[in-house]
């Protein structure tokens, strides 16, 4: 019997929603509609520095503003340190200290992630040198030969990543003291029982080190869905670097515009009239939805 859906959404508060992050909002709401299932939020604020006063609770207004209510109780992470110290610790055999700055990675990196991360050359694999201290942790990954991780996206199809030759043995705890995405994520989403991970193609690259991190934890793997990410008039993915405006919607008529303009990106067919109302407008896009997932699986 499969498990009951359970998806999530899980926006940074670095800054107020802009239209990239609406996208995969939008997504992973309908996917966990036209399932019939759970749609939670996260707020990922495990960068404590990163984070903007205010911001967290400017996107819970939002997206109840363009009637996205969610499911359960809001899970903060800057508050689950503790887990993520669990975890760590249930797979220290597979982690080691690194006392290498960003200077020493840079000039010896092996190469360069997908993502834009160096990659790791394994420096202190085998223990810190005379005279170093810790100052991330990092887990190893397989050797070449052995570290393919493979699985199918529901939008992307099979993809195949090399750890060793990609990734590298990767932080787990940074040298600022926090804990690493990768980790937090990965534990956040066991805990919570996510069963389907609808999110940016600009997370695609990062799903294998998850992948590689759940089974480290003996935890099963979710479905995946990267929708494509919205991108400036450089082609640049549209984010708070990039100076991405934040979404606003002042009454009903604003949100139905925004509503159908994000709608139209991920490529639903709302054919018709413009709804007059949010949850006329929700009524069409979550069929829309079902049959856009159709159409990808057909394809």
């Known amino acids: 019997m499969n498990k009951p859906y359970i998806g999530r959404f899980a926006p940074s508060p670095s800054g ?112 810190l040198g005379p005279g170093r201290t810790m100052r991330s942790l990092r887990v190893r990954v397989p050797a070449a030969g052995e570290d393919a ?39 956040d989403d066991i805990e919570q029982g996510v069963t389907d991970i609808v999110r940016g193609a600009d997370l695609l690259d990062s799903t294998p080190r998850q992948i590689h991190l759940q089974r480290l934890l003996g935890a099963p793997t979710p479905r995946y869905l990267h929708v494509p990410v919205v991108r400036n008039s450089n082609g640049e993915k549209l984010s708070k670097q990039t100076g991405a405006l934040a979404v606003t919607a002042g009454d009903a008529p604003a949100a139905i515009g925004v509503l159908m303009e994000t709608a139209a990106f991920l490529g639903l067919a709302l054919d018709g009239p413009a709804p007059d109302a949010i949850e006329a407008f929700w009524r069409a896009a979550i069929p829309a939805w079902g049959q856009l997932l159709a159409e990808r699986a057909a394809s």
């Open 149 to 187: 991780i493979t699985f199918v996206d529901r939008f992307a199809g099979p993809v195949t990543q090399h750890l060793a030759r990609d990734a590298g043995d990767f932080v787990l705890k940074r040298a600022d003291g926090f804990w690493a995405y990768q980790l937090a994520v990965v534990v």
């Open 16 to 127: 107020p929603l802009h239209a990239g992050s609406l996208v995969a909002a939008m997504a992973s709401y309908l996917d966990a509609r036209w399932h019939e299932g759970t749609w939670l939020i996260r707020i990922e604020d495990i960068d404590e520095g990163r984070s903007v006063p205010g911001a967290a609770e400017g996107i819970l207004q939002l997206l109840a503003a363009l009637g996205m209510q969610h499911d359960g109780e809001i899970v903060w992470q800057s508050r689950r340190k503790h887990l993520y110290a669990a975890a760590a610790a249930r797979i220290e055999r597979d982690t080691y200290p690194c006392g290498c700055n960003r200077r020493e990675i840079a000039d010896s990196r092996i190469g360069v992630a997908p993502d834009g991360s160096a990659i790791y050359p394994g420096t202190c694999r085998h223990g």
